[in-house]
């Protein structure tokens, strides 16, 4: 009797699955777990075989190397689960009909943004139900969605939905008011009428490394079914960021099993899984450390390094500068994320930006950054210079400009990175009198450019990620 092989369905290896799980993180804010392998198998392998490569492995070759940046968009939309349906999770829709009723007593324009919007079902959900409205009432309406996902984003705005997805809705909307039916070989397709889409934008959006303009205020900011995605911490961020969207008493709506990270405190739950926007006022002291400056190096690993410690630091705070190894298209991205979750301001540096306290610069991919002093005022400048240590920006490049800085006392932190960027300059830092620390082994991801320092005798202190700041608090602002 022959004997039957099973194939092996160990398609990526230990190492592979490891970086992916870190990488998806680092983009996308997603949390998935060495358990998914096989999910994750399955989504990449669409990858290889689209790109005609012969493993997985070689597929992440393939994004390591940025041949193709495109790439990463598609790397971040084949692990994207999109699941969904037309009024689903049915109680918030008629909280949000009651909602708007009471709303539009006192204004004549709601605004709307599903922040996880997937194939458009709940935009368009939410445009029926203004619709209906609007025969009773009047009043405009505009939805956003948006969706890390450029791939199911396309589906959603051009709005052709299957028969069985529409004839579903027979008892709840009029079909031939919002639908325009197929013939010939799309007779069993529904797309929908423009009138419904001229109300809503689609476009793609990264809820974790993007910001949105925070001019703009909504009455309703449905996040639902994708915290379940995120840790603790990428929860946290994401919903202080959309808070900063979301009008007085306006209504954060998430998925029945999802719940708020413990410190969000601005929120008061109504049931449902809703959430109503209360009014806190930050109080914090104003007294900033005026003479100090913060200079910080990092690389692999970095990106999730620095979100750990900026966002938790307090608004009166000193200056801080930025030096990254991160590719010249994601540093923006970068730069915004921080920015709507941290109590500092945080941009990517300017040519001659002047540095100021409570705010933090990250250089821009690609181009140096230095310090430069003019009538006791800091300054920033960028420049194309060649690369330092094979990289630009450059650590060392940062920090050799800095050791001619007579007005602030400099702190400069070398965090997790491959490679020895930054540790010649930073024992010269040192020998001027100036602090230095560097990521201690457990917890870098490369413990390459901290260990260099530490060599070359340039640190005065090593710490855990988490303990570098609280011990310059209690340690060096005196």
Known sequence: MAVLKLKNTNLISPDDLKFVIGYIYELAGISLELSQQVMIETRLMNRVRKLNLNSIHEYILFLKSKVNEREIQNFIDALTT????????????????????????????????????????????????????????????????????NSVTKIAADGIYSEDEVLALQSRVDIKSFFEVGTGKNKSLYKIKDFIKENIKFRQFNLVTEHFNSKILFDFIFLRNVL????????????????????MSASLIIGYTEHLPNDIKSLKYVGKSIYLKNSIIDKKSQDVKNNKLILIGSSTGGVVALRTIITTLPKNFPPIVIVQHIPENFSMSFSNSLNMESSLSVKQVVDGDKILPNNVYIAPGDYHVKLIEKNGDLFVKTT???????????????????????????????????????????????????????????????????????????????????????YIQRKLFK
């Not at 379940?228 to 009008?247: A, C, G, P, Q, W």
């Open 82 to 149: 999109n699941k969904t349906h037309f009024f689903r999770e049915d109680l918030h829709f008629s909280y949000v009909k009651s909602k708007i009723i009471e709303l539009i007593k006192s204004k004549k324009e709601i605004l709307l943004w599903c922040a996880a919007g997937s194939r458009g079902h709940e935009a368009y959900t939410l445009a029926f139900i203004c619709e209906e409205l609007k025969k009773k009432y009047s009043f405009t309406y505009k939805i956003l969605s948006t969706d890390v996902d």
């Open 228 to 247: 379940i995605y995120f840790d603790e911490k990428t929860r946290s961020s994401v919903v202080k960021k959309l808070l900063k969207n979301l009008n």
């Open 384 to 470: 194309r210079d060649p690369k330092v240590n094979q990289h630009r920006p450059s650590v060392d490049y940062l920090f050799a400009s800095a050791k001619k800085i007579k007005t602030k006392k400099i702190i400069a932190i070398m965090l997790t990175g491959m490679g020895k960027d930054g540790a010649k300059e930073m024992l010269e830092l040192k020998k001027l009198g100036h602090a230095t620390i560097g990521q201690d082994e457990a917890s870098c991801v490369v413990y390459g450019m901290p260990k260099a320092a530490l060599d070359m005798g340039a640190l005065d202190k090593q710490l855990p990620l988490k303990s570098i700041f609280p």
